[in-house]
């Protein structure tokens, strides 16, 4: 059970209040999961949950809900981890909230605005493993995330603009992929990653992605690194973008 309320001064120090609303929310998000151990090593797991996030203060505005499902298996023996989920995430209302990076033009900042149906599916893929080597360990792991959008009802929002049913939804990215090796030693550890991310939409559309309407595929790597000078201090060091790779995120 939410209340929103909203107070707007034309004068805070003068206490002089030009307009005002409110809103209010009543939702039930129940939920259910379960695991089931195959043996020693393999669980499959799936569970069923109902999403909500609550509009803002103005009243003509739904609360977003949505039905999320998902269903995988992990599996771990020894040195050797995985797992795979696929997900389904199914959004009765989507809500659109407009941001300071979006600009007051095209709409009051902190507001949210209803984007009706949409779905988000997709899979999660991961491998650890560490390897244990005299006095060392060196840990390697490899996720992959696919996922799949689609708008399910037109729409109009001062956020995203004009959606038609089938449009993808921006600024999520299809394909995304992570990799991680590193040493781990007594006094002192290193790890090296790489993210890549596949471009993104920046607005919604179907078909291929137009040159001004996306951002650029990249793929960063980041280091890391920890020194242990006694047992209760350590220096560490971060570099994040090694390379200095310089690319789209974004065109807000």
Same mark, same amino acid.
């Given at each position: =059970?939410?209340? @929103?309320?909203?107070?707007?001064?034309?004068?805070?120090?003068?206490?002089?209040?030009?307009?005002?609303?409110?809103? =209010?929310?009543?939702?039930?998000?129940?939920?259910?999961?379960?695991?089931?151990?195959?043996?020693? $090593? @393999?669980?499959?797991? /799936?569970?069923?949950?109902?999403?909500?996030?609550?509009?803002?203060?103005?009243?003509?505005e739904?609360?977003?809900?949505?039905?999320?499902?998902?269903l995988?298996?992990?599996?771990?023996?020894?040195?050797?981890?995985?797992?795979?989920?696929a997900?389904?995430?199914?959004?009765?209302?989507? @809500?659109?909230?407009?941001?300071?990076?979006?600009?007051?033009?095209?709409?009051?900042? %902190?507001?949210?605005?209803?984007?009706?149906?949409?779905?988000?599916?997709?899979?999660?893929?991961?491998?650890?493993?560490?390897?244990?080597?005299?006095?060392?360990?060196?840990?390697?792991?490899?996720?992959?995330?696919?996922?799949?959008?689609?708008?399910?009802? $037109?729409?109009?929002?001062?956020?995203?603009?004009?959606v038609?049913?089938?449009?993808?939804?921006?600024y999520?990215?299809?394909?995304? @992929?992570? $990799?991680?090796? %590193?040493?781990v030693?007594?006094?002192?550890?290193?790890?090296l990653?790489?993210?890549?991310?596949?471009?993104?939409?920046?607005?919604?559309? =179907?078909?291929?992605?137009? =040159?001004?309407?996306?951002?650029?595929?990249?793929?960063v790597?980041?280091?890391? /690194?920890?020194?242990?000078?006694?047992?209760?201090?350590?220096?560490?060091?971060?570099?994040?973008?090694?390379?200095?790779?310089?690319?789209?995120?974004?065109?807000?």
């Open positions: =059970s939410i209340d @929103l309320e909203r107070t707007e001064f034309g004068d805070v120090a003068r206490n002089n209040v030009t307009g005002g609303r409110e809103n =209010s929310y009543d939702v039930v998000t129940p939920g259910i999961g379960a695991t089931y151990q195959v043996n020693d $090593a @393999l669980t499959l797991l /799936g569970g069923v949950h109902r999403g909500f996030s609550p509009a803002g203060s103005k009243p003509d739904e609360e977003e809900t949505s039905i999320n499902y998902e995988g298996a992990r599996y771990d023996q020894g040195a050797f981890s995985s797992e795979l989920i997900f389904y995430n199914d959004y009765d209302n989507l @809500l659109a909230e407009c941001t300071a990076s979006r600009g007051s033009d095209a709409c009051s900042i %902190g507001d949210t605005e209803n984007a009706g149906a949409a779905e988000v599916q997709g899979l999660e893929a991961s491998l650890d493993y560490q390897l244990q080597a005299a006095d060392s360990q060196w840990p390697f792991r490899v996720a992959y995330t696919w996922t799949d959008t689609e708008f399910g009802s $037109a729409s109009e929002t001062g956020t995203w603009g004009q038609e049913p089938g449009d993808e939804m921006p999520l990215a299809e394909h995304q @992929l992570f $990799a991680s090796a %590193g040493v030693r007594a006094d002192w550890k290193a790890h990653s790489a993210k890549y991310m596949d471009e993104m939409r920046t607005a919604p559309g =179907s078909g291929s992605i137009p =040159s001004d309407q996306a951002t650029d595929a990249h793929t790597f980041d280091l890391a /690194g920890e020194y242990r000078v006694t047992d209760s201090g350590r220096i560490y060091v971060n570099v994040e973008n090694l390379t200095d790779n310089e690319y789209v995120a974004a065109r807000r």
